[in-house]
């Protein structure tokens, strides 16, 4: 992933964090997709290219927190096999947590994540392949979801399959139910997870 692109996603970023639409915080502790406004929209489309995807969610605690992480799990056949990618805040005292978080996925021909929150950023060097025989299907957190200590949240999954299973991604709509549970992923060659915890 060439610097051009990490410095045009970070501007992007910083675009969203202080100019987005505001949504009115319903849960005391939550995770949630940030909604972008339509302007926003048009330059996320015009700075993507072929086989990218881009999520960006907003975090807000009222409790007071240690740490927050948000990393990639790779998933073969229901094992875990690598976590190549992610970030981890950790502060030395308890406070309240309020952020913003954008994932940047590439495949090219290898996946890599780029996660950028509130400035700090990784990408993983080594790019994750998969067989490209395999069909795709992919869903992200569709709404707010409570935070909770030391609890996992599943941001987005990714799920590969042969062809004729084409029409699994009905199945994955309650992102929850997999955090914690890779037995339920066990049928599938492949899965990537997205994932996020909240310490105290």
Not at 39 to 64: A, M, S
Not at 73 to 98: D, K, M, T
């Amino acid at each position: 992933m060439n610097a051009l692109l990490k410095t045009l996603f970070t501007i992007l970023l910083v675009g969203c964090m202080f100019g987005c639409s505001n949504r009115i915080v319903s849960l005391k502790d939550e995770i949630a997709p940030k909604e972008l406004t339509d302007d926003q929209k048009e330059i996320v489309e015009l700075l993507l290219i072929n086989k990218q995807e881009i999520l960006f969610f907003d975090y807000k605690t009222q409790e007071p927190y240690k740490s927050a992480e948000f990393w990639v799990e790779i998933y073969q056949e229901g094992v875990l096999v690598s976590r190549p990618a992610g970030l981890h805040r950790v502060s030395n005292e308890f406070e309240e947590l309020n952020g913003n978080l954008a994932v940047l996925i590439t495949q090219n021909p290898g996946f890599q994540w780029l996660f950028n929150m509130n400035g700090a950023s990784h990408v993983n060097s080594v790019p994750i392949f998969v067989d490209d025989s395999l069909a795709r299907g992919y869903v992200p957190l569709g709404g707010p979801i409570a935070i909770q200590d030391g609890k996992e949240i599943v941001l987005y999954i990714s799920v590969f399959s042969f062809p004729k299973e084409g029409a699994m991604l009905a199945m994955y709509s309650d992102l929850q139910r997999y955090a914690g549970h890779p037995e339920l992923i066990k049928d599938y060659p492949y899965v990537h997870l997205i994932k996020c915890k909240f310490s105290k």
